[in-house]
């Protein structure tokens, strides 16, 4: 496998501009002679979708939802970043840049980097040309917030429901090309593997999920915009059907899966109330602007939150980093929340948690600007814990939300498998080892708005696919290797369910490969995952039959792919023997537990290759160079 | 607290459905309803039974995917909520529960509680956009918008489409889900100069879709876990007028 990661040379404002001139164009009347599949219909794909069809290129979308306008992205809530400065408060691209970079720990392709915040303004134009409602004020002007790990307002928002507002208006734009004959919609069809002829990636093959049908599309080049894998822990802010199956497949198709152990735990979530639980539920880190995180400085101190006296509360973050306080980036708010917990200072049940506090905030500017701010997640949290925040301080505590692990791609987005070009959540771009809060919006719209529009016409132009279709033998081969891996999953008829092998799993990955991770921890989880794995294919049950819908059938094709891939990924925790952002080896850090990064020997993205056994895969190296943003040790102080 | 499930079940499209009724033990208050169901499709796959169909994705309240008509009412007995935010601390031990999926003509049944809500999405496809492709847009502080427009529209645009209220109205209407698509792009100046074709050309999709005539009940504005307005509808029945006298 070759990492050819095709960075422009010359100085970085220029990169991007030079390398669209250069990059070769596809005449307009060629165009409608390309075909792209496209995976996925959140923002990435969504917005890659309806932009390629716009220039002229077929398009075929498909998602597992019933509708495009449900992929995950619809749940984001807090805001998209740009760097507009309408704050006028001293931001620029570089400075989104910057930020970008350093709250990244250093782990991020800095060319990619700055093309983003390049990009992030053209965004937010494009998003209120199609009529998304952000939040503005009276005089008429657009309203932003700030976010964790950033000291501007550069975030743009939609109440609390920022992921819905932009979905709805990238989904608006996919209609528009659906019903103009320029998109082909797919909806309730799951994609199980895709079809790599004459070394290149010119299909997929996929379940229909209402009738079990099998069946396959060809196509010129192949996007996955198929989000993240944070349900590899079973419990996570992700909806129930992300999942890791199509960027696995496509791995074990030849495509390198870069930094798999780089994953983001959210500081703010609601704790989990019992076993019976199937998610966590976010709260959105905006709130982190306005409440003020605490808990008790006593272990063990039971009183409720209204008795413990101001002195004998400790707001840890304020204290630990007095310039950015509340606003500390995600990785460091979590693990100082894990800290407090650890030590015996959590609060609620089973000490998993720390308060988060609006008292001061509603003191301060009343319960209607609070109302307004927030007003909806103080609903959702009440809706689900039963406690009223404005009366008592919200519990939250960390839970798993987002990877910036995914499939390695060049500066093109197209992975190590030719014509497979991959967007969104699903790459490993950008984001280095921690992303910030309000970024990934932004990443996936830029990737799919703007990026790979310019970039697949290059490879369009420069390959020249063949054209091919759905009778090649090819197509046909992988088609029986999908009907027989499910003709396996229910032939097992073992005992237990699909979700049982799932929760297991996702507690074995949280508590090994989880916010702390050590090499005892993860040798113990790499003995442990395939075993797991070998129990699963002697004893998962699977009821009901292939040729209908089968929602246990869907879930436990998931769940096998999910028990390769974590066995990758805590291979991934292993090998990277340093902390840095979200991936805390609790052998590197310092004496007041920070993250300690280790350059000299991890200053690169770790690229796997497939080969047969995920727990061997093969190590490559991309090399990471900062001549921009020096090396320096992060700090938030 | 202990349960008795009343739950629909159909195999496909074609077949006639029953009830069926199972006996569910030990539920948690704290568990949400869909959490619920959960418990009870591993039971079900523990006596060798299929599991019941039902869609779900972000079991947050924002993707519309869940449905569920429990007890008669779209969403369940919480105000302003969707089933998957509803928790079994809404209903008390020893409770019978009926469970059954959104019901309307342009809504066919896929399989058990799972129904094909695509009708919404070709409605959409109509015209519910602005037309405009990547590329090029203004600053997007060159046109002001006043707060409480800017919030009308966002009003309107909270819809989650999950169907709540067509499954609600007597007539398997859909005028709240449409006219609050109409509205969101008709209080915003991007909606402006397609506003009239817009309207048109989404309501004769909604008609020809099968949906039912709006008979003003407003049980979809009850039910509605957005609480979208039945204002809405009618601000699009006068720009529906003018459109129809093809005047702007
Ligand atoms: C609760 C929550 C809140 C968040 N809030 C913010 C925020 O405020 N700001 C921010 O910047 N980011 C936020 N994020 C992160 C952000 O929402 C996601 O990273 C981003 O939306 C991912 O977009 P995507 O298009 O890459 O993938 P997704 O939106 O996850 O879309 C994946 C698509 O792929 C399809 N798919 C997947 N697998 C298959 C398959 N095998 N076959 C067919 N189709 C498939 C799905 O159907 C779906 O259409 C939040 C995330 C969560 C969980
Ligand atoms: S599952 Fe998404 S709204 Fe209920």
Not at chain 1, 226 to 241: D, E, M, Q
Not at chain 2, 69 to 78: D, K, L
Request: glycine share 10%; proline share 5%; net charge negative.
């Amino acid at each position: 496998m070759q990492l050819d990661a095709k960075i422009p040379s010359g100085p970085i404002e220029q990169r991007w501009d030079d390398h669209r001139f250069e990059m070769k164009l596809v005449n307009p009347a060629n165009k409608r002679k390309h075909s792209v599949i496209v995976v996925g219909s959140g923002l990435a794909g969504g917005s890659a979708a309806a932009t390629l069809a716009e220039l002229g290129y077929r398009v075929h979308c498909f998602c597992f939802q019933d509708t495009p306008r449900r992929a995950h992205s619809i749940a984001a809530q807090g805001g998209i970043n740009a760097a507009k400065n309408y704050q006028n408060d001293g931001d620029s691209v570089y400075r989104l840049f910057y930020d970008t970079v350093k709250g990244g720990d250093f782990r991020s392709r800095e060319s990619n980097v700055y093309r983003l915040a390049q990009v992030s303004s053209a965004i937010i134009d494009q998003c209120v040309a199609q009529g998304v409602p952000f939040a503005r004020e009276y005089g008429g002007q657009l309203a932003n917030r700030s976010f964790g790990g950033a000291q501007v307002s550069r975030t743009f928002y939609a109440r609390g429901q920022t992921g819905q507002q932009l979905l709805l208006g990238c989904y608006a734009g996919l209609n528009r090309q659906i019903a103009l004959g320029n998109v082909k919609m797919y909806p309730r069809t799951e994609m199980l593997d895709v079809v790599v002829v004459d070394g290149a990636a010119r299909g997929i093959v996929v379940r229909d999920l209402v009738t079990g049908r099998i069946w396959s599309a060809a196509a010129d080049a192949v996007v996955l915009a198929t989000g993240g894998y944070s349900n590899v822990f079973y419990l996570s802010t992700n909806a129930k059907g992300c999942n890791v199956t199509a960027t696995w497949r496509a791995h074990r198709r030849g495509a390198g899966f870069a930094n798999p152990c780089y994953t983001q735990i959210h500081p703010t979530c609601i704790p989990q109330s019992g076993e019976h639980q199937s998610k966590l539920t976010l709260m959105s880190e905006s709130l982190r602007n306005d409440g003020r995180v605490w808990v008790p400085k006593e272990p063990g101190d039971k009183r409720a939150p209204g008795q413990i006296p101001e002195a004998e509360r400790d707001y840890y973050l304020e204290r630990k980093y007095p310039s950015f306080g509340n606003l500390a980036p995600r990785d460091i708010a979590s693990r100082s929340a894990k800290e407090a917990c650890d030590a015996g200072r959590g609060v609620g049940p089973g000490g998993r948690g720390v308060f988060l506090d609006f008292r001061d905030a509603i003191q301060r500017l009343g319960k209607d600007v609070i109302e307004m701010r927030y007003g909806n997640l103080f609903e959702m949290y009440q809706r689900i814990t039963d406690e009223d925040p404005y009366q008592v301080p919200m519990r939250i505590y960390p839970a798993p939300h987002y990877t910036m692990g995914g499939l390695w791609v060049d500066y093109n987005l197209m992975s190590t498998l030719p014509g497979l070009h991959v967007i969104g959540e699903a790459n490993f771009s950008d984001h280095g080892s921690n992303r910030l809060g309000a970024s990934a919006l932004m990443q996936g719209l830029a990737d799919g708005y703007f990026v790979l529009p310019y970039t697949i016409g290059h490879y369009f132009a420069t390959h020249k696919p063949k054209p091919l279709d759905t009778d090649h033998e090819e197509f046909k081969r992988v088609e029986r290797e999908v009907e027989e891996r499910i003709a396996r999953l229910i032939a097992v008829d073992g005992t237990r369910t699909p979700d049982s092998f799932h929760r297991e799993l996702g507690k074995l990955m949280w508590n090994d490969v989880g916010m702390a991770r050590s090499e005892k921890s993860l040798k113990h989880a790499l003995s442990r995952i395939p075993e797991l794995r070998e129990e699963f294919w002697k004893d998962v049950r699977v009821l009901g039959g292939r040729s209908e819908m089968n929602t246990a059938l869907e879930h436990a094709g998931r769940v096998a792919d999910l028990l390769e891939f974590a066995e990758t990924m805590a291979t991934d925790a292993l090998v990277r023997d340093e902390s840095c952002g979200g991936h805390f080896r609790e052998e590197h850090q310092t004496p007041d537990g920070e993250a300690k990064r280790d350059d000299e020997n991890y200053c690169h993205a770790t690229v796997w290759e497939y080969t047969g056994d995920p727990g061997k895969p093969n190590e490559h190296r991309e090399p990471l160079e900062f001549e921009y943003v020096h090396l320096q040790t992060r700090s938030y102080k | 607290m202990n349960l008795t499930l009343n739950v629909w079940r159909q195999k496909g499209p074609q077949d006639a459905g029953r009830m069926e009724t199972h006996y569910l033990k030990d539920i948690s208050p704290d568990t949400s309803f869909l959490e619920m169901l959960d418990l009870l499709n591993e039971q079900l796959m523990g006596e060798g039974k299929e599991a019941i169909a039902f869609d779900h994705d972000c079991r947050e309240g924002i993707c519309g995917m869940c449905s569920l008509v429990i007890n008669g009412v779209a969403h369940g007995p919480q105000r302003a909520t969707t089933t998957c935010q509803l928790h079994m601390r809404s209903f008390k031990d020893g409770d019978t529960i009926d469970i059954e999926p959104f019901r309307a003509r342009a809504f066919p049944v896929v399989k058990d509680l799972a129904v094909d809500r695509s009708s919404f999405d070709r409605v959409l496809q109509a015209g519910g956009y602005v037309s405009v492709n990547t590329g090029g847009a203004p600053d997007a502080n060159a046109v002001p918008i006043g707060k409480e427009e800017a919030d009308k529209a966002m009003d309107a645009a909270a819809c989650i489409g999950c169907g709540a209220c067509v499954a609600a109205c007597p007539n398997a209407s859909a005028m709240l889900f449409v006219s609050a698509k109409v509205g969101h792009l008709a209080h915003l100046p991007q909606g402006q100069p397609e506003r009239t074709r817009r309207v048109g050309a989404m309501v004769s999709a909604m008609d020809g879709e099968g949906f039912g005539n709006c008979r003003n009940y407003y049980e979809c504005e009850a039910v509605c876990p957005k609480d979208i307005s039945r204002d809405f509808i009618g601000e699009m029945n006068k720009d529906f007028r003018r459109a129809a006298l093809g005047g702007r």
